[in-house]
């Protein structure tokens, strides 16, 4: 409809000015002496206009050729922006079908691209984790095994803790370059459940405790509102981290306040 009333306006104005010409027996007198020019004021116009939008295209021209270095820096940039979003969703979806190896290769290119490099660093820390639970996994299973076996999946789970905590070490430096604590807010709580989630796979488990009760002081959870800070420390997995922690303390009391709250 918008385009049909233009379309109509441009037709009204054609025929009027088309009118007017007909009618017009103007003329314009250009006096340099001793020379006069005379020309119809319709040439006049026409001329006008066309030497208008002459000079608009050879401006606009002259603009995009100084320019051209400019558009093509922000197609490569919006390009590798492009290319980056593509590769965190790629990892994210690795994750969830548990290809940890393959998400953590992909999460190390994509940090060094330096597009979201934090979050890029908080999936390889999780891709870490959860090799690390498979691991665990396997070693209950493969009690009976030979002892090479198990002695591979001790190794490379020193290995993966290892590379988490580079991991957390890599997040911390990274968010120390924003001067004004932005990011390392907004990360906060979940860089906590990290770091309380890999100490508790190195046994420390006091340690990863302390790290899951001070998650109420941060700066980032005083700045949540009731229901959000409820969905956080009723959240199944926050409330299932702390339950392993206070099994392996032997915390019977908040092993039942735990699971009480984890069957509502």
């Known amino acids: 409809m918008k385009h049909l009333f233009w379309i109509i306006v441009l037709f009204s104005l054609a025929i009027a000015a088309a009118l ?9 007198l250009f006096v340099i002496s001793p020379y006069r020019i005379e020309i119809s004021l319709n040439f006049f116009i026409v001329s006008l ?6 000079c608009f295209i050879i401006v606009k021209s ?7 270095s400019q558009r093509v820096k922000n197609f490569q940039q919006q390009r590798r922006l492009k290319n980056a979003k593509q590769t965190l ?3 994210l979806c690795l994750l969830l079908e548990n290809r940890n190896e393959q998400a953590l290769i992909i999460a ?7 597009f979201l490099p934090t979050l890029s660093a908080l999936f390889a820390v999780q891709a870490c984790n959860n090799s690390i639970k498979n691991i665990d996994e396997n070693l209950l299973k493969n009690n009976d095994s030979k002892s090479q076996k198990i002695d591979k999946l001790e190794k490379e789970k020193l290995r993966l803790v290892e590379l988490s905590n580079l991991w957390l070490d890599n997040i911390q430096k990274s968010l ?8 390392l807010q907004q990360f ?6 990290l770091s309380a989630e890999n100490l508790y796979t190195q046994q420390k488990y006091a340690e990863a405790l302390r790290i899951l009760q001070n998650i109420h002081n941060s700066k980032r959870f005083k700045s949540l509102n ?5 969905d956080i420390v009723e959240n199944p997995k926050f409330l299932q981290l702390q339950l392993k922690i206070y099994t392996a303390l032997n915390d019977e009391e908040n092993i039942k306040k735990i699971t009480n709250r984890l069957n509502k």
């Open 62 to 68: 002259i603009n995009w050729l100084f320019n051209i």
């Open 49 to 54: 206009v066309v030497l208008l939008s002459a």
């Open 89 to 91: 969703q790629e990892i």
């Open 188 to 193: 906060e709580i979940a860089l906590a459940m």
């Open 176 to 183: 120390k370059k924003d001067k004004d604590n932005n990011q």
């Open 20 to 28: 007017f010409a007909q009618n017009n027996h103007g003329y314009v």
């Open 226 to 230: 009731k229901n959000q800070k409820a």
């Open 108 to 114: 190390e290119k994509s940090y060094n691209t330096d």
